[in-house]
């Protein structure tokens, strides 16, 4: 399993970024509370998933080119 995670200061910037303005910024606070709450490595293990990788981010100072280039998959 990846994930994704990001802070919520780095969340409510991204969504500032957008052109759209569907999103407030209490829906994403809300959205980042139930993250950390509920989207942790034990509990995603425990609904089945043998591996969960972070995949770091603009947190990090990492792009989505330089993210993707971390990980290789093959099929079964």
């Not at 919520?8 to 139930?34: C, F, H, M």
């Amino acid at each position: 399993m990846l994930r994704f995670p990001q802070s919520e200061g780095d969340l409510l910037g991204q969504n500032e970024e957008r052109t759209r303005n569907d999103v407030s910024a209490a829906d994403v606070s809300a959205y980042a509370a139930v993250t950390r709450r509920e989207v942790n490595g034990a509990r995603l293990r425990d609904e089945g998933a043998a591996f969960v990788y972070d995949v770091p981010g603009r947190g990090q100072g990492v792009t989505p080119a330089e993210a993707a280039r971390r990980f290789t998959f093959h099929r079964a």
